[in-house]
């Protein structure tokens, strides 16, 4: 059974830096497409960012384009997410995922909520908070 521990995250200042890390164990995530998710006070869990196993092809949100940064590392078996320029509207519960489904391809699950990607292995959440 494929398990997903997470590190990283905090609070920041707007304009600040943070990183997620995401350990596996249980199974290599080399077989999976990874998956960041975030979610907002009051909002429904969504696609932020993913990378492809097939090629590694990355998709980003819109929302995030530019400042954040995926990646994996299968050496270690982990994935990263670094993120940049962080924004007020950053603040939300932020989730590793291990994709089992398609919604990765061409990006198609970015910006949809988590319930439409079929079943993932999530991370347990952590907390990025960006006030000043």
């Given amino acids: 059974q ?5 590190s990283g ?3 920041v200042q707007p304009g600040g830096s943070l990183r997620l890390s995401c350990a596996a164990s249980g199974a290599t995530l080399a077989r999976y497409a990874i998956g960041w998710f975030r979610q907002a006070p009051g909002k429904e869990r969504e696609g932020v960012s993913c990378i492809m196993r ?3 092809s990355t998709y ?5 384009k530019g400042r954040f940064t995926a990646s994996t590392d299968n050496t270690q078996n ?3 997410l670094q993120m940049n320029d962080l924004k007020t509207e950053d603040t939300a519960v932020y989730y590793c995922a291990a994709v089992e489904g398609p ?3 061409a990006g198609w699950g970015i910006g949809r909520p988590s319930a439409d990607w079929g079943h ?7 907390q990025v908070t960006v006030s000043s």
């Fill in 2 to 6: 494929l398990r997903l521990v997470e």
């Fill in 60 to 64: 980003y949100a819109d929302s995030v």
């Fill in 54 to 56: 097939s090629d590694g």
């Fill in 78 to 80: 982990t994935m990263h």
């Fill in 9 to 11: 995250g905090g609070l």
């Fill in 120 to 126: 993932n292995y999530y991370g347990q959440g952590r």
């Fill in 103 to 105: 919604a990765c391809a």
